[in-house]
């Protein structure tokens, strides 16, 4: 069964300490990689999509690298504003990428000051 | 969030009652999506629409119909509402060009079904 996991669940940095956050998939075929943050009472804000494998996208402090079965988004330097939930979905389907994405369970990501 | 406006923001419905929820984008895209969000559980694909005039099912579509209006609005309805239906609903559009696909979501709408 096609399925997106990501790692860790909750990740707690103080400002300034860079890490990673992981997205692994399993799927019979990818037609993209998306990235998105949320932030609490609010819809999914879109980030990144990458396509092929060993395909990188930044935006500030934010990095977005991909795998043939993983995906990183990487946080330089972190904010308290970068505190969030960073989700990933993978869109598998063969309906000619219309018919959706699957989503990860997300990681809770707070940045302490 | 870009263009994707969904009502009502928050709503609560006895069991058995039913209602509608309305989605419009106005960036001209012909697939659009409904998605409940539910703690533990992600972003669940209920129905989509890859163009005006067509509807499929997703991975959670028990309980929920869908009409496509016209090309800008997507509508999701609860027949007879249950508790299990209690969640955050999530309209999306989708944006294609030449360097790639982009999924707009709107701001959500709160069902509490009691």
């Known amino acids: 069964e096609d399925q997106v996991t990501q790692s860790p669940e909750a990740l707690r940095l103080q400002e300034g300490e860079s890490s990673s956050l992981n997205c692994s998939y399993t799927?019979?075929?990818?037609?993209?990689l998306f990235w998105y943050r949320q932030d609490p009472g609010k819809g999914p804000e879109f980030l990144f999509t990458?396509?092929?494998a060993g395909e990188e996208k930044e935006k500030e402090r934010l990095k977005a690298t991909l795998t043939k079965k993983e995906s990183f988004l990487h946080i330089t330097a972190p904010k308290p504003e970068d505190s969030a939930t960073y989700l990933c979905?993978?869109?598998?389907?063969?309906?000619?990428?219309?018919?959706?994405?699957?989503f990860g369970k997300g990681t809770h990501l707070i940045i302490q000051p | 969030n870009a263009g994707v406006t969904q009502t009502p923001k928050f709503q609560v419905l006895k069991t058995g009652q039913s209602m509608t929820l309305q989605c419009a984008q106005d960036?001209?895209?012909?697939?659009m999506y409904w998605y409940r969000q539910d703690p533990g559980m992600g972003l669940r694909l209920i129905y989509y629409?890859?163009?005006?005039?067509?509807?499929d099912k997703g991975e959670v579509p028990n309980g929920y119909n869908v009409s496509r209006l016209n090309k800008r609005e997507f509508s999701l309805r609860l027949e007879s509402a249950a508790p299990s239906q209690t969640s955050v609903y999530f309209c999306?559009?989708?944006?294609?060009?030449?360097?790639?696909?982009?999924?707009?979501f709107g701001e959500g709408s709160w069902l509490t079904v009691v």
């Open positions: 999306a559009s989708r944006e294609i060009q030449f360097s790639g696909n982009t999924i707009y």
């Open positions: 799927v019979s075929g990818l037609r993209g």
């Open positions: 990458l396509y092929s």
């Open positions: 979905a993978a869109n598998l389907g063969s309906g000619g990428g219309a018919d959706g994405l699957t």
């Open positions: 960036m001209n895209h012909n697939s």
């Open positions: 629409s890859a163009s005006e005039g067509t509807t």
